[in-house]
């Protein structure tokens, strides 16, 4: 008999010619289980992808991919426009500007201070997308999702090898070089709040859900025979899959058919009785 509970695996990679610390890309999970850990109560994830032309992109991706993920593993609410995700995104700004200040206090401290041209930039706050899910157990051995999109990064919801559920973007055309995103200086949070796109559904066991950022979701939206695609992708389960997960990324752009950016990737696979 298998044990209820899901499997979760998180992989990132950067884009051909950069550095894995230079990955503007940041996926974080509340509460954090090993790969191999099978987790049986409610589990929160936020993803966001950077924009790179956008100063300290990557460091505001992991601040509100961290608060995201904090936020809804703390409050069901936050998966409804208005109030609850108003409030997670006026906290999640708020932390903003402390953050840089101390980023460019140790700029300083190191003798390298910020250059004029970065300081013309931070005028301009850091930008990213974001992706928040949260499952939760329900009666019976399913798992309820819930998730909140602001932008092109996707969650897609896989029954037999067949997609049930594209979500924000529904087609490959959907994807383009001006995705909505949410800023490190927005303080406007109605407006966030009236952007966000909201989805919930119900996975059975067997189902799995995929969180990927643009460039992957858009090479797996673009597959006519997703069952394969989705076992070639399955091959990569934990963090010892890194590296051999960067090479098949790097051959898949080879082939032209992947976009040369960052990917980051969340896998959850339920698990029933």
Same mark, same amino acid.
Not at 145 to 171: M, T
Not at 239 to 260: I, T, Y
């Given at each position: 008999?298998?044990? %209820?509970?899901?499997?979760?695996?998180?992989?990132?990679?950067?884009?051909?010619?950069?550095?894995?610390?230079?990955?503007?890309?940041?996926?974080?999970?509340?509460?954090?289980? !090993?790969?191999?850990?099978?987790?049986? =109560?409610?589990?929160?994830?936020?993803?966001?992808?950077? @924009?790179?032309?956008?100063?300290?992109?990557?460091?505001?991706?992991?601040?509100? @991919?961290? #608060? @995201? =993920?904090?936020?809804?593993?703390?409050?069901?609410?936050?998966?409804?426009?208005?109030?609850?995700?108003? #409030?997670?995104?006026?906290?999640?700004?708020?932390?903003?500007?402390?953050?840089?200040?101390?980023?460019?206090?140790?700029?300083? =401290?190191?003798?390298?201070?910020?250059?004029?041209?970065?300081?013309?930039?931070?005028? +301009?706050?850091?930008?990213?997308?974001?992706?928040?899910? /949260?499952?939760?157990?329900?009666?019976?051995? #399913?798992?309820?999702? /819930?998730?909140?999109?602001?932008?092109?990064?996707?969650?897609?919801?896989?029954?037999?090898?067949?997609?049930?559920? %594209?979500?924000?973007?529904?087609?490959?055309?959907?994807?383009?070089?001006?995705?909505?995103?949410?800023?490190?200086?927005?303080?406007?949070?109605?407006?966030?709040? +009236?952007?966000?796109?909201?989805?919930?559904?119900?996975?059975?066991?067997?189902?799995?859900?995929?969180?990927?950022?643009?460039?992957? @979701?858009?090479?797996?939206?673009?597959?006519?025979?997703?069952?394969?695609?989705?076992?070639?992708? #399955?091959?990569? %389960?934990?963090?010892?899959?890194?590296? /051999?997960?960067?090479?098949?990324?790097?051959?898949? !752009?080879?082939?032209? +058919?992947?976009?040369?950016?960052?990917?980051?990737?969340?896998?959850?696979?339920?698990?029933?009785?």
């Amino acid at each position: 008999m298998t044990s %209820s509970g899901l499997y979760l695996t998180r992989l990132l990679a950067p884009k051909n010619g950069s550095a894995e610390a230079e990955c503007e890309d940041a996926a974080h999970v509340v509460p954090a289980p !090993r790969f191999d850990e099978l987790v049986d =109560a409610p589990l929160a994830v936020g993803m966001c992808d950077g @924009a790179t032309e956008s100063v300290l992109a990557r460091d505001w991706a992991h601040l509100l @991919a961290r #608060s @995201a =993920a904090q936020h809804a593993w703390e409050d069901e609410q936050v998966f409804h426009s208005g109030p609850s995700f108003e #409030s997670f995104a006026r906290n999640t700004v708020s932390l903003w500007e402390p953050w840089l200040e101390k980023y460019i206090a140790a700029r300083a =401290a190191q003798g390298n201070p910020l250059k004029w041209y970065e300081q013309t930039k931070l005028t +301009a706050g850091a930008s990213a997308t974001l992706l928040m899910l /949260r499952m939760d157990p329900v009666p019976g051995g #399913s798992w309820r999702w /819930r998730c909140a999109a602001l932008g092109d990064s996707c969650l897609f919801h896989i029954r037999d090898g067949k997609i049930l559920k %594209s979500f924000p973007v529904e087609e490959t055309d959907e994807f383009g070089v001006t995705p909505k995103l949410f800023n490190s200086l927005n303080r406007d949070s109605a407006l966030l709040s +009236a952007r966000t796109l909201f989805a919930e559904g119900i996975c059975a066991s067997g189902d799995r859900l995929l969180l990927m950022t643009d460039a992957l @979701a858009h090479w797996f939206l673009s597959a006519t025979d997703h069952a394969r695609v989705l076992a070639e992708l #399955s091959e990569f %389960s934990g963090p010892h899959d890194g590296p /051999r997960f960067s090479d098949w990324l790097q051959g898949l !752009r080879v082939e032209g +058919a992947l976009h040369n950016d960052d990917v980051a990737v969340v896998r959850i696979d339920v698990e029933g009785q």
